[in-house]
């Protein structure tokens, strides 16, 4: 029985009571004792960044989860290894961060066929803007988040000529901090929720120290910045934050709530600073789900992300610190975002090697990424019967983001 025709009793989690009830009334106009099945959505397939232990290079590889198989290596590329990935439906954007600035497409139906490679680089940019991700709007219309830039470019993923590609930008330029004279607030990652681009920022100093964190808020019609009135005594309009420096992958949503992890300064000691704080995207209220310490016996793990099935349900990984016996050791914990209570340990069978990335499919597996010398690869859990999904799917390189495909 394969992995997602064994869910299909499970309708409620996924189907609305609306739709259940349809599904039941379309099944009482037959007389028939024939099962109605409804099945899940699921992805297609998945991918994943690698990427080798020393930096040195760096490939894409295809998961599936229903196979038990690893397709690769695709978009192999040596010299620099700093990459990423994000995917819209079917199509693949493969980006180069620093000191590349590209963004290559590719489609799931042709791997291997490059459909264009544009520059994220303005024609004055005397330095790597460092792009770090894409977030779609719509199919023609997404924001790349450029980490070493001030401006936020709103792009047209569908451009046949890469003049066509650019279509605007937003100012983050309030936000740069007073010790930086680098011009950026280094802003790490961004969602759309209610309409709304979320924009979470390290807003960094000279000596790479994070200074108080902010949310800069867009409205995606018309790409103005929206006054929160979060704090009444800054001049800023974004959403301050009680947590500092929110890393890549920082930022996700569920219904009507955005949820920010920050992880404290690299070398910094203060486990309050690393937190996952609940954003209302209406009302812009903040609240701080929990920070580090309520991890039974935490002496040095800071959080590192956090993914969410549901207000009772969602999980966090944390790593050790370059100060711990064994740093870089990762354990993923579930706990419950509207307590903030810690309801399960060491998830997964985590907490023996190091996790570079976790998220969720549509069908709420949590997908894992396990840095192992010997066995690095990607683990799947099912978030509904708490169990691990086959074995692991073992990678060349290390593993690191993991996007989907529909």
Same mark, same amino acid.
């Given at each position: 029985?394969?992995?997602?025709?064994?869910?299909?009793?499970?309708?409620?989690?996924?189907?609305?009571?609306?739709?259940?009830? *349809?599904?039941?009334?379309?099944?009482?106009?037959? +007389?028939?004792?024939?099962?109605?099945?409804v099945?899940?959505?699921?992805?297609?397939?998945?991918?994943?960044?690698?990427?080798?232990?020393?930096? *040195?290079?760096?490939?894409?590889?295809?998961?599936?989860?229903?196979?038990?198989?690893?397709?690769?290596?695709?978009?192999?590329?040596?010299?620099?290894?700093?990459?990423?990935?994000?995917?819209?439906?079917?199509?693949?954007?493969? &980006?180069g961060?620093?000191?590349i600035?590209?963004?290559?497409?590719?489609?799931?139906?042709?791997?291997?066929?490059?459909?264009?490679?544009?520059?994220?680089?303005?024609?004055?940019?005397?330095?790597?803007?460092?792009?770090?991700?894409?977030?779609?709007?719509s199919?023609?219309?997404?924001?790349?988040?450029?980490?070493? *830039?001030?401006?936020?470019?709103?792009?047209?993923?569908?451009?046949?000529?890469?003049?066509?590609?650019?279509?605007?930008?937003? +100012?983050?330029?309030a936000?740069?901090?007073?010790?930086?004279?680098?011009?950026?607030?280094?802003?790490?990652?961004?969602?759309?929720?209610?309409?709304?681009?979320?924009?979470?920022?390290?807003?960094?100093?000279?000596?790479?120290?994070?200074? &108080?964190?902010?949310?800069?808020?867009?409205?995606?019609?018309? +790409?103005?910045?929206?006054?929160?009135?979060?704090?009444?005594?800054?001049?800023?309009?974004?959403?301050?934050?009680?947590?500092?420096?929110?890393?890549?992958?920082?930022?996700?949503?569920?219904?009507?709530?955005?949820? =920010?992890?920050?992880?404290?300064?690299?070398?910094?000691?203060?486990?309050?600073?690393?937190?996952?704080?609940e954003? +209302?995207?209406?009302?812009?209220?903040?609240? =701080?789900?929990?920070?580090?310490?309520?991890?039974?016996?935490?002496? *040095?793990?800071?959080?590192?992300?956090?993914?969410?099935?549901?207000?009772?349900?969602?999980?966090?990984?944390?790593?050790?610190?370059?100060?711990?016996?064994?740093?870089?050791?990762?354990?993923?914990?579930?706990?419950?975002?509207?307590?903030?209570?810690?309801?399960?340990?060491?998830?997964?069978?985590?907490?023996?090697?190091?996790?570079?990335?976790?998220?969720?499919?549509?069908?709420?597996?949590?997908?894992?990424?396990?840095?192992?010398?010997?066995?690095?690869?990607?683990?799947?859990f099912?978030?509904?019967?708490?169990?691990?999904?086959?074995?692991r799917?073992?990678?060349?390189?290390n593993?690191?983001?993991?996007?989907?495909l529909?």
């Amino acid at each position: 029985m394969s992995i997602f025709s064994r869910r299909k009793h499970n309708v409620k989690r996924y189907l609305s009571i609306g739709l259940i009830s *349809s599904a039941l009334l379309l099944a009482g106009c037959h +007389d028939t004792d024939e099962e109605v099945i409804v099945l899940p959505p699921a992805p297609a397939s998945a991918l994943v960044q690698t990427f080798a232990p020393d930096y *040195s290079s760096s490939e894409v590889a295809f998961l599936d989860i229903e196979e038990q198989s690893v397709a690769g290596a695709y978009y192999i590329k040596g010299l620099y290894a700093d990459h990423t990935i994000v995917t819209n439906g079917g199509d693949i954007y493969h &980006i180069g961060r620093f000191g590349i600035d590209t963004i290559a497409k590719y489609t799931n139906e042709s791997r291997d066929e490059q459909v264009y490679s544009y520059t994220t680089q303005d024609s004055e940019d005397a330095s790597s803007r460092n792009p770090y991700t894409m977030v779609f709007a719509s199919d023609d219309k997404a924001y790349v988040i450029r980490y070493g *830039s001030d401006k936020v470019w709103i792009v047209n993923p569908t451009a046949k000529n890469e003049e066509d590609f650019k279509i605007g930008q937003l +100012d983050l330029s309030a936000y740069i901090s007073p010790d930086n004279s680098k011009g950026t607030p280094s802003p790490s990652d961004a969602v759309i929720s209610n309409g709304k681009l979320f924009i979470s920022m390290q807003r960094l100093t000279d000596d790479w120290l994070p200074t &108080i964190t902010y949310v800069a808020v867009f409205d995606v019609a018309t +790409d103005k910045e929206i006054e929160t009135n979060s704090n009444s005594d800054d001049n800023l309009m974004g959403i301050m934050l009680a947590g500092l420096n929110p890393l890549e992958h920082n930022i996700k949503t569920l219904g009507d709530k955005v949820y =920010v992890t920050t992880s404290e300064a690299s070398f910094g000691t203060d486990l309050t600073n690393s937190k996952i704080e609940e954003i +209302d995207s209406s009302t812009y209220a903040v609240r =701080v789900v929990l920070d580090a310490t309520a991890i039974a016996d935490n002496e *040095s793990a800071k959080i590192k992300g956090s993914v969410f099935v549901s207000s009772t349900q969602a999980y966090l990984y944390a790593s050790q610190s370059f100060t711990h016996p064994e740093p870089d050791v990762s354990t993923i914990y579930e706990f419950n975002p509207t307590t903030g209570k810690i309801t399960a340990n060491n998830v997964a069978s985590s907490g023996i090697e190091t996790i570079s990335f976790i998220d969720l499919d549509s069908d709420n597996f949590l997908w894992i990424s396990a840095v192992n010398p010997a066995t690095p690869g990607v683990d799947v859990f099912d978030t509904l019967k708490k169990e691990m999904v086959g074995t692991r799917l073992l990678t060349e390189l290390n593993p690191g983001t993991i996007r989907f495909l529909k």
